[in-house]
Structures are given as C-alpha cells and as structure tokens.
C-alpha cells in the first residue's frame, strides 16, 4: 500500500476492516525538506487508501498553539510541520486517536467518514507544583525530587484506547522528543550562555544556572520568551515524565504526576533515571502503554520505561484514579520499547501474556500471569 511519507506506526482496527498509518514526515537532516505528516486509512478488502493531511486546521493555529500545540519547524507549513507518531483505535472501530508527538497533540480521526475530526493540544506540565516534583540534574550527586520553575511538554510517544462504563479513555506515555537536526536544533541547556534568564522573574538566575540546580536541564528554545526580548521568561523541557488519561476528546482526566519517579527511586533506587543518569534529559521516559483486562473485571496498565529497563503496572479498572501494582524490571540494559498483551483466551497455553520488544538488547522478553 502507498501511503504517505515516513509511516511510522500501523495498526489494524478490531474488526479487522481497517489500516490505519501514523506517516511521520520527518525532515531531512538538513532541514530543507520536510514532507507533510499525514494518517492513511486503508480499507483490508478493497485496498482503497484515503491519507488525510491536516491543512483543515491550518487556520486555527493560533488557537491551538495559545493551548500548548508547538507548529515551529523552519520554513515548514502548518501540515509540514505534523509529525503522527503512533496509533489507537477504538473498540467499536470507528475512531483513531493518533499522537501528534512534537507538537504535543493528539488528533481524533473518524474511520467511517475518513475525516480527522479534531485536534487536542495538551498543554503543560508545572513541575513547581508539589505533586510534580522532579529531579533536574545528573551532576548533584544525589537522587531527590524538588520542584523548580520549569514547565513540561507532555509530548507523548504510545497511546492506548479504554472503554469503561461506555466512557471512551485514552492512555499516554509521556516520553518527550526534540527536534535536533544538522539544519536545525531545538536543544539547549540552561546554564547555556544562549539562555538567558529574565533577571525579574528569575533573581536567582545563577543559582539555577549551576550544575547541581538546573544548568543540566535540556530545554527547548521555542518557548518561553514571552515578550519577545531575547531572555526568557519561562522554561519548557521535554515530556511529561508520566502517563495521563484523557478521555476521547482530550480532557485530561489523570496524570500520574511524579509516580514514575517516586516509584523508581523508593524500590529500585540503582534504575532511577538510568541511576541518575537521565535526570537532566527525560528521566525514566515512559515510552510505550498497554492494556489488558484481567481476572473478568480488573483492568491492568503496563507502562514501559525504556531508560530504566522496566515495566510499571497499575491498577486501572477506575481510569481516574489507577493504582500502583508493582515493578516488572528486567535483568539489563533491554530498553523496552513496545509493549503486546495477550488475554488468557488467546493465549498459546491459557494465561495472559505481556511481550516486551527491547530496544537496546534486541531481545524480546515475555512476562506470564499464572494467576
């Protein structure tokens, strides 16, 4: 099937009808070509393809970016500048919830009229709110949690589909992701000479500038000068270092705040951030989310995190509060990138299934519930 450029992720509806592609339209490496981001939907039977570009909603960028959604590659257009990442799809087959990965979106997309129906900008996370406190650096010689004037992009990476009580949910994992290329780069550090702090909003600019604080934070230069005079009035760094549910018109209804974190650092203290060493960049990045439904009625979340070589569960059969299980880690440097469960009923000998392809290791680990 001819599909649009740069497909990155497939994925087949329940019913077995439908294709749908997340076609990236990554730049070159020099900047100077950047094909549209496009989803393609590609019906099994026939073998028609429809590719949907996003030019519809070039005439609401404004709104959206004055949301949290980022259009800000150079030279690109509003579709240009789209890069669908990854796939969900309802049970009913008749809705795609793509990731919008770095313009930190998720677009809504209608199977059955073959239409991209909406965008949902996903905002900011404040990592000064105590429920968000992180760890910033790799150089303070120390594994701790503090909160610090910087804004997270929630740039997910994985979604999954839920259906609850006829509520329609959807999952992410908040991984992050610049753009950092030969002919353009995003990236920077704030104690970076380049990045110059708003004496008034931040008096205390050398002390966040020193290694220990925030000077190892890799941030984004294409937010925060808010009056547009050069220094900056806010700092945004990438990913949510979380998951979040929304439901299926993009409505947060729960982040995990700084679970991952906390979670990692009081059981597995050597894994934390790749022991520390990943503070300064995404921490753990959740990269990929599963679900599966258990024991009749439970409904359990995997979240893969590929720099700390493991798999957190949770309890999710109430999508507005999950509930913390416990820590699947693996024995190396796997890097768990996605994430497949199988159901006892379609299980080769009865029992659910989690298979964990892993990224560095190149190896596939499966995880059995003989529950």
């Known amino acids: 099937y001819t599909v649009g450029a740069l497909p990155d992720m497939v994925a ?10 997340a076609n990236e339209g990554e730049p070159n490496d020099e900047y100077t070509v950047d094909p549209d981001g496009t989803i393609s939907i590609i019906e099994v039977v026939s073998g028609n393809v429809t590719t949907l570009g996003f030019d519809a909603f070039a005439n609401q960028q404004e709104n959206l970016e004055a949301n949290g959604f980022r259009v800000f590659g150079p030279n690109a257009s509003f579709t240009q500048d789209i890069e669908p990442e990854y796939v969900a799809i309802s049970d009913n087959s008749n809705y795609a919830w793509v990731t919008l990965q770095e313009n930190n979106g998720v677009a809504k997309v209608n199977l059955l009229s073959k239409t991209i129906e909406d965008i949902f900008p996903l905002g900011f996370k404040d990592y000064n709110l105590p429920q968000n406190a992180i760890d910033a650096s790799d150089r303070d010689d120390m ?3 503090a909160n610090w004037p910087v804004y997270g992009v929630y740039m997910p990476d994985a979604i999954e589909y839920l259906r609850i009580n006829g509520t329609d949910y959807i999952i992410t994992a908040n991984e992050g992701d610049s753009r950092d290329y030969d002919g353009f780069s995003e990236e920077e550090r704030i104690k970076d000479e380049s990045i110059v702090l708003d004496p008034v909003v931040f008096p205390n600019a ?21 009056d547009n005079d050069g220094d900056y009035d806010e700092l945004y760094c990438y990913g949510g270092r979380s998951f979040t549910v929304w439901n299926g018109n993009g409505q947060m209804v729960f982040d995990s705040a700084n679970d991952i974190s906390q979670q990692t650092l009081n059981l597995t203290p050597d894994r934390f951030n790749d022991d520390d060493g990943r503070s300064d960049d995404k921490g753990a990045e959740p990269e990929s989310v599963e679900v599966l439904k258990v024991n009749g009625n439970q409904y359990v979340l995997f979240v893969g995190l ?31 990138e ?14 659910d299934l989690l298979i964990v392809s892993n990224e560095d290791s190149g190896t596939v680990t499966i995880y059995e519930n003989r529950n």
């Open 12 to 21: 087949f509806s329940p019913n077995g009808q439908f294709i749908v592609s």
């Open 143 to 145: 594994k701790a949690l």
């Open 206 to 226: 050398e002390f966040l500038k020193e290694d220990e604080n925030l000077g190892r934070l890799k941030i984004t230069t294409t937010l925060g000068d808010l």
């Open 306 to 336: 590929e720099r700390t070589d493991q798999v957190l569960v949770y309890d999710i059969s109430n999508p507005v509060a999950p509930q913390f299980m416990y820590i699947l880690s693996t024995p190396g440097d796997e890097a768990p």
């Open 338 to 351: 996605g994430l497949l469960a199988v159901s006892s009923k379609d299980s080769p000998n009865g029992n």
